[in-house]
Antibody, heavy 125, light 110 residues
Framework: QVQLLQSGAEVKKPGASVKVSCKVS????????IQWVRQVPGKGLEWMGG????????IYAQIFQGRITMTEDTSTDTAYMELSSLESEDTAVYYC??????????????????WGQGTLVTVSS | QTVVTQEPSFSVSPGGTVTLTCGLK?????????PSWYQQTPGQAPRTLIY???TRSSGVPDRFSGSIRGNKAALTITGAQADDESDYYC??????????FGGGTKLTVL
């Protein structure tokens, strides 16, 4: 069973950067595809990007282009999401999730499977 | 920019049946978008319910089912229970690694 354990809550000032970690257990990180989703308090889920298993590359949502970096450390089975130039609007809970791509004869699909517990990032002066 | 639409809120009586939908502001949803559904209660991470339009994730009760209805994806809860009161999100796969979530539906069971 895959488990994703995220780093703890962060408080950052506007203009700073934050790096959130997501440690995988139960599987090797190299066996999985990890993507990131955020949720502003009281709002819905927003896809941020991550490793695309279909095309085997890291992809970012256009609205974050230029200030987001997602990396992986396979030696520790940990994925990272770093967001820079933080603004108050970036205050949110950030989730990592496994992404599954199925390309079979009977069933095909692309979906989020297992989720981390979330990391609250607060941006405040 | 792709906009995925969901009803902002819905209510159902205990034991009743409710169908939540997931559409596109421009266009129709088909199985090619691999619709998936997620349940979220306050303060918790999302839980995967349905993927590939109608495949239940492991451990999900069979009162949850997915389908395509007309030009939308649909999540039907048959025999709603009190602990089904949650926020429900759909996601569509747009290709090239891009997923888009709907705005979510707040389901009340009363």
């Amino acid at each position: 069973q895959v488990q994703l354990l995220q780093s703890g809550a962060e408080v950052k000032k506007p203009g700073a950067s934050v790096k959130v970690s997501c440690k995988v257990s139960g599987y090797k990180l190299t066996e999985l595809s990890i993507q990131w989703v955020r949720q502003v308090p009281g709002k819905g889920l927003e896809w941020m990007g991550g490793f695309d298993p279909e095309d085997a590359e890291t992809i970012y949502a256009q609205i974050f282009q230029g200030r987001i970096t997602m990396t992986e450390d396979t030696s520790t089975d940990t994925a990272y999401m770093e967001l820079s130039s933080l603004e108050s609007e970036d205050t949110a809970v950030y989730y990592c999730a496994t992404v599954h791509w199925i390309s079979g004869v009977i069933i095909t699909g692309y979906y989020f499977g297992n989720w981390g517990q979330g990391t609250l990032v607060t941006v405040s002066s | 920019q792709t906009v995925v639409t969901q009803e902002p809120s819905f209510s159902v009586s205990p034991g009743g049946t409710v169908t939540l939908t997931c559409g596109l502001k421009s266009g129709s949803v088909s199985t090619s978008y691999y619709p998936s559904w997620y349940q979220q209660t306050p303060g918790q991470a999302p839980r995967t319910l349905i993927y590939s339009t109608n495949t239940r994730s492991s451990g999900v009760p069979d009162r949850f089912s997915g389908s395509i209805r007309g030009n939308k994806a649909a999540l039907t809860i048959t025999g709603a229970q009190a602990d089904d009161e949650s926020d429900y999100y759909c996601a569509l796969y747009m290709g090239s690694g891009i997923s888009v979530f709907g705005g979510g539906t707040k389901l009340t069971v009363l």
